[in-house]
C-alpha cells in the first residue's frame, strides 16, 4: 500500500511522508519563521501560555526553504501585542506573528529588533554604573548587529551576544 497524495495550493503534489498537518485555530497567533530550536524560549517570553489553559501547537525543525530550519508556534486564543512582538525580536528576529480571528488572518506583525532597549537586559560588566548603581542608571543597550543579533551597553560599550540575551529573556 502507498502512502496517500495530496495536492497543495501551489498544484504541487506531496505525500503523506512530507506533509505535516496542523489544524487551523479559530482565533489566536500563529508565530513563524522562528530560528530552529527556540519554540521552547518563544514561550516562555509568552508567559508560557499553556499554563494559562491556551492550547499550544508547536513544530520543530521543519524544513524551510527561506531558513533550512525553523520553528512554528501557534496559540490558540492569545494574541500577542505590539510589545510581545518587539521583544519577540530579541528572541526570534525575522519572525512574523498572524494574528487569527474567525480562522482569518487579520493582521501580520513582523518582529523587528528595536534600536534601543531600556531596563529590558542588564549589563554583564561587573564595573558599569548599570549595575553599580541600578537604582540611579537604567540600563539602555543599542542595537549593533542583527545577523546575529548584538546590543552594545550605552554606558561602558560592553556587548551582549544573541546567547546572552536569550538567556536573560528565556
Same mark, same amino acid.
Given at each position: 500500500?502507498? $502512502?496517500?497524495?495530496?495536492?497543495?495550493?501551489?498544484?504541487?503534489?506531496? &505525500? &503523506?511522508?512530507?506533509?505535516?498537518?496542523?489544524?487551523?485555530?479559530?482565533?489566536?497567533?500563529?508565530?513563524?519563521?522562528?530560528?530552529?530550536?527556540?519554540? =521552547?524560549?518563544?514561550?516562555?517570553?509568552?508567559?508560557?501560555?499553556?499554563?494559562?489553559?491556551?492550547?499550544?501547537?508547536?513544530?520543530?525543525?521543519?524544513?524551510?526553504?527561506?531558513?533550512?530550519?525553523?520553528?512554528?508556534?501557534?496559540?490558540?486564543?492569545?494574541?500577542?501585542?505590539?510589545?510581545?512582538?518587539?521583544? =519577540?525580536?530579541?528572541? $526570534?528576529?525575522?519572525?512574523?506573528?498572524?494574528?487569527?480571528?474567525?480562522?482569518?488572518?487579520?493582521?501580520?506583525?513582523?518582529?523587528?529588533?528595536?534600536?534601543? =532597549?531600556?531596563?529590558?537586559?542588564? /549589563?554583564?560588566?561587573?564595573? /558599569?554604573?548599570?549595575?553599580?548603581?541600578?537604582?540611579?542608571?537604567?540600563?539602555?543597550?543599542?542595537?549593533?548587529?542583527?545577523?546575529?543579533?548584538?546590543?552594545? /551597553?550605552?554606558? /561602558?560599550?560592553?556587548?551582549? $551576544?544573541?546567547?546572552?540575551?536569550?538567556?536573560?529573556?528565556?
Amino acid at each position: 500500500m502507498g $502512502a496517500a497524495t495530496t495536492t497543495r495550493k501551489d498544484g504541487q503534489s506531496s &505525500d &503523506d511522508h512530507t506533509t505535516m498537518l496542523v489544524r487551523k485555530i479559530p482565533d489566536g497567533s500563529v508565530i513563524d519563521h522562528i530560528a530552529a530550536g527556540k519554540a =521552547l524560549s518563544v514561550l516562555r517570553l509568552l508567559g508560557n501560555p499553556q499554563e494559562n489553559g491556551f492550547t499550544i501547537a508547536m513544530v520543530m525543525n521543519v524544513t524551510s526553504s527561506k531558513m533550512g530550519k525553523k520553528d512554528i508556534v501557534k496559540v490558540e486564543g492569545l494574541e500577542v501585542s505590539q510589545e510581545q512582538v518587539q521583544r =519577540l525580536a530579541l528572541i $526570534a528576529p525575522r519572525a512574523s506573528v498572524n494574528i487569527v480571528r474567525s480562522y482569518r488572518v487579520v493582521a501580520k506583525r513582523n518582529a523587528v529588533p528595536p534600536r534601543t =532597549l531600556r531596563g529590558i537586559l542588564s /549589563c554583564t560588566s561587573p564595573t /558599569c554604573v548599570s549595575v553599580r548603581e541600578r537604582d540611579s542608571a537604567p540600563s539602555i543597550f543599542f542595537l549593533s548587529g542583527r545577523s546575529p543579533l548584538r546590543y552594545r /551597553c550605552k554606558y /561602558c560599550g560592553t556587548e551582549l $551576544a544573541e546567547k546572552e540575551i536569550i538567556s536573560q529573556l528565556g
